[in-house]
């Protein structure tokens, strides 16, 4: 079997009828990255050891016909905000160069317990912020699809590696479409699941009420395997939920498909849309049709607030998250500090990028007293709104809809360099995601299909469905029925 083959469930079965060892299979990609890695730029670290130690242990359970889970020996790809124990975990940024985890996120000891392989740490915009990974202090990712442009961010590392063959899958953090967008533009699938879903312990917080670590996958189903992996209540993080999820999540019926009806909201169907991300939505909505699932035209009101809001929110809560980057318990210290305020100063200026500093101040700005009131506050009391326009649009007793379809972003994949001297421009490729966020709710990007015999390569473009809370069952459902199609 070809790398470029591989997907979770193709690993699972091939593992089992014994075509191969999780271990020449781990063996393999870490070759396979050594060479392909050079021009993607994907990992910041590799575990090569430790991964294979992983794989072993994996092989000698089924040699011992033990029963092993989905995900055993499974080689993935972990976002560098993500901790795993004694490994780097630089979220991008200089200011943790050196910083080795402490101990394990959640989610990577939910994934050790079940066997999966940990190949290494990917690359990301400085502590999650961008869209291209164009802030990351060590590298740009590169796009599998033309090395010209950027894979999207700030989960872009994770998105190239899974777009290049180099894991099998992947695990990113979404925080205003983190996961979604780099998917998009890379030709993966990418779910940020339900506000709670999953745990955030051990990811490095950018700003908590909106973060979400989710996977990023081959498939649909894919995606589902590693989400219900992940997921569930922990008494590490408040915010995470007891929630049940039944077996449709991974075995979804199409009767059940059929039954659905999806809202296209008007205000995300709005000039300076992308030509080809028209066409490409268009096509999609068309193939749902062919399934037998209905459409109807919904509208989200407060919509054109999003992105200000968000622009509030956000830096407000980096702003107190990175404070703790100080110099003195983590990283780098910054050199020939005379008092306290001298250290703080010298190791936040050396340390930070340029993006990550804008934020910082902005959200030092909007939290400030006598500025609070007019841009926090306000902003929450707009979060409400639009989380409110979801609530409605999915309001059964007002003929709500079970599923909403979007683009998951403006334009495919930009070339590098062309947004960095305009953060507004950046900014703009989140338009589509963040509403999400802010709404704490599921949502997940899936390629659209592109005909085997496009005689040029044309560039990813992925479409978004959003859930209902805890319903990611429904959008990678509809997911799963529409990956079948031809
Ligand atoms: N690109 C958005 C930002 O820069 C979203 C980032 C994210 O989801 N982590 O804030």
């Known amino acids: 079997m070809h790398l470029h083959d591989l997907t979770i469930k193709k690993f699972h079965d091939g593992l089992l009828k014994k075509e191969f060892s999780a271990f020449d299979v781990a063996k393999g990609l870490f070759d396979f990255i050594e060479d392909k890695d050079k021009e993607i730029g994907a990992y910041l670290s590799l575990a090569k050891d430790t991964a294979l130690k992983q794989a072993e242990k994996v092989d000698i359970a089924v040699a011992k016909q033990e029963p092993v889970d989905a995900l055993a020996g499974v080689p993935l790809a972990i976002k560098d905000a993500i901790l795993i124990e004694g490994q780097p975990a630089t979220a991008g940024s200089k200011i943790l160069e050196n910083y080795r985890a402490a101990y394990d996120a959640t989610v990577i000891s939910k994934l050790k317990s079940v066997g999966a392989v940990f190949l290494g740490k990917t690359n990301l915009d400085e502590f999650a912020m961008g869209s291209s990974t164009e802030n990351s202090a060590f590298k740009v990712t590169k796009n599998p699809h033309d090395l010209t442009r950027v894979p999207g961010g700030s989960s872009g590392g994770s998105a190239a590696a899974v777009a290049a063959h180099m894991a099998v ?204 009131d007019a841009y926090y506050a306000k902003a929450q009391k707009v979060r409400r709104l639009i989380k409110n326009d979801f609530d409605e649009a999915f309001n059964p007793k007002n003929g709500g809809v079970d599923v909403i379809f979007t683009p998951v972003a403006p334009t495919p994949a930009f070339k590098i360099g062309e947004k960095t001297d305009d953060p507004l421009a950046m900014y703009l490729s989140d338009i589509f995601t963040l509403p999400v966020n802010l709404a704490g709710l599921p949502a997940v990007s899936i390629p659209v299909k592109q005909a085997s015999n496009a005689q040029s390569r044309v560039l990813p473009v992925g479409f978004q469905l959003i859930g209902k809370p805890w319903r990611e069952a429904d959008i990678l459902g509809i997911g799963h029925y529409y990956e079948q199609l031809h």
Not at 205 to 228: E, N, R, W, Y
Not at 251 to 270: A, N, Q
Not at 338 to 363: C, Q
Request: net charge neutral.
């Open 169 to 372: 899958a992947a695990l990113g953090s979404d925080t205003g479409g983190s996961i979604r967008q780099p998917a998009s533009l890379c030709g993966v699938v990418g779910l940020k699941t339900t506000y709670g879903a999953v745990s955030r312990h051990g990811l490095i917080a950018m700003a908590s009420s909106l973060d979400q670590i989710g996977p990023i996958a081959k498939t649909v189903d894919d995606a589902a395997l590693l989400f219900k992996a992940i997921a569930g209540k922990d008494q590490f993080d408040s915010t995470s939920v007891d929630a049940k999820y039944g077996p449709e999540l991974t075995e979804p019926k199409l009767e059940d498909i059929k039954k659905m009806t999806i809202g296209v909201p008007s205000e995300y169907f709005v000039e300076g849309l992308d030509p080809a991300v028209s066409k490409a939505m268009e096509e999609a909505m068309a193939a749902l049709k062919s399934l037998g699932i209905k459409f109807k035209e919904i509208s989200l009101p407060h919509t054109k607030y999003a992105l200000s809001c968000y622009y509030i929110i956000m830096p407000a809560e980096v702003s107190s998250n990175l404070a703790r980057f100080d110099g003195i318990r983590y990283g780098v210290r910054g050199e020939g500090h005379g008092n306290l305020l001298d250290l703080y100063k010298k190791s936040k200026s050396h340390g930070f990028g340029a993006e990550t500093k804008r934020r910082i101040i902005l959200g030092t700005y909007v939290l400030s007293s006598g500025y609070y």
